[in-house]
């Protein structure tokens, strides 16, 4: 048996490594080349979100607009306050301390009527978006509390009050999902409905049996919630208007008290998003699929 040293056993298996080496490398180069050729040529796009069974949002009139619009502005005072541990004056629930919040005076605040209305404030350093959730006893007239974290990017919280242009937001984008809450204590015999994130103050709520039978409109109360007496024990279905023009039909609805209920639905389509921009002039042309 010829016996083979060393090094020569070495030099003879040398070439093959090498040359092994150079194939993978090329090998490499050539996927890394073609994956995002690949990539590019498999488009999946994610699912739209579920709505709850049977929610719908019902036709209104051209002349009713879905798109976000601001009225005018207003000159107005603000004040920073700090949102406590209970619910505020429209008992909307689990609300964020550090969110964008107004609390209205009296005068303004009507009873509830503009719970859930969407502002922009503007003051010495800058702009915000807040949303109306409580009412202010101590305000004089056109003075507002604004929650600290909404405070904080329009003035100096140092100063404590500001002056501020304020101005009301239609339809804000994006439209968000309406939910309702049914009020503790409700039965066959009284019923208690808080509507929430509706983007638009609530105007009416309505609600009929689903078995049938006559519809119940709701009486607002100045803590937010719509009460009806004499509605039986359900199921019901509710018919939400806001106050521009735009109607949920929500059915389903069921006594029971405290739980927080999303539809899955919104009061209004929103504005449709921005277009996406053109091609770039200077960008690489887009592998061809085959």
């Not at 020569?8 to 090329?26: C, Y």
């Amino acid at each position: 048996m010829h016996r083979v040293a060393r090094d020569e056993h070495v030099r003879a298996v040398r070439p093959w490594l090498w040359t092994t080496l150079v194939v993978a490398g090329i090998v490499a180069a050539v996927v890394w080349m073609l994956l995002p050729a690949q990539a590019a040529c498999h488009v999946t796009s994610n699912p739209p979100l579920a709505k709850a069974a049977g929610a719908v949002r019902t036709p209104v009139a051209q002349s009713v607009p879905d798109a976000e619009h601001v009225d005018a502005a207003v000159v107005r005072q603000a004040r920073y306050f700090a949102l406590g541990t209970g619910e505020p004056a429209c008992s909307f629930p689990d609300l964020p301390a550090d969110g964008f919040y107004v609390g209205l005076p009296t005068d303004e605040f009507d009873g509830g009527a503009l719970c859930g209305a969407t502002m922009d404030l503007t003051g010495p350093l800058g702009s915000v978006r807040a949303v109306v959730v409580d009412r202010c006893p101590g305000c004089a007239a056109h003075q507002y509390d604004v929650s600290t974290a909404a405070f904080g990017r329009i003035a100096n919280r140092t100063a404590g009050v500001a002056d501020v242009r304020v101005a009301r937001v239609h339809n804000p984008n994006p439209a968000p999902d309406l939910m309702y809450r049914v009020e503790s204590g409700s039965s066959s015999d009284w019923l208690g409905l808080l509507v929430a994130e509706t983007g638009n103050p609530v105007s009416r709520v309505e609600i009929r049996a689903t078995a049938g039978g006559a519809t119940h409109t709701l009486t607002r109360g100045i803590d937010n919630w719509f009460t009806s007496s004499g509605a039986g024990s359900g199921p019901f279905t509710a018919v939400v208007t806001d106050t521009d023009g735009h109607q949920v039909q929500v059915p389903g609805i069921v006594l029971s008290p405290g739980r927080v209920q999303h539809t899955g639905i919104a009061l209004y389509e929103g504005s449709p998003p921005p277009a996406p921009a053109g091609p770039d002039p200077k960008a690489a042309p887009a592998p061809t699929c085959t």
